[in-house]
């Protein structure tokens, strides 16, 4: 079992930065992929960014440019550094830790919650 833990969300204004932490315990995989999702009220989750372990990393096209996902291995941790933030933006993160070998299986954190005001 993998326990993650975010950290870092808040309120902040349109064009200013935040960035995100989520640090990982417990049967960590050596192959894996952390990244972060968001969900907005009334909408359906969706994919931020990920990163491999070997460093492979994938970007929503609505962040590509503001946002920048990166981890330190040794320590577990995965980060969002988010900037120009958009009132669209505005959602609870999820932080995701994919284990990629044998049978494909997702542990999630509880959330945290990031607002953007115009």
């Known amino acids: 079992q993998v326990q993650l833990v975010e950290s870092g969300g808040g309120l902040v204004q349109a064009g200013e930065s935040l960035r995100l932490s989520c640090a990982a315990s417990?049967?960590?995989?050596?192959?894996?992929?952390m990244g972060w999702y968001r969900q907005a009220p009334a909408k359906q989750r969706e994919l931020v960014a990920t990163?491999?372990?070997?460093?492979?990393?994938n970007y929503a096209d609505s962040v590509k440019g503001r946002f920048a996902i990166s981890r330190d291995n040794a320590k577990n941790t995965v980060y969002l550094q988010m900037d120009s933030l958009k009132p669209e933006d505005t959602a609870v993160y999820y932080c995701?830790?994919?284990?990629?070998?044998?049978?494909?299986?997702?542990?999630w954190g509880q959330g945290t919650q990031v607002t953007v005001s115009s």
């Open positions: 995701n830790f994919r284990r990629l070998v044998g049978r494909r299986y997702d542990y």
């Open positions: 417990g049967s960590i995989f050596p192959i894996n992929a």
């Open positions: 990163i491999t372990s070997d460093g492979t990393t």
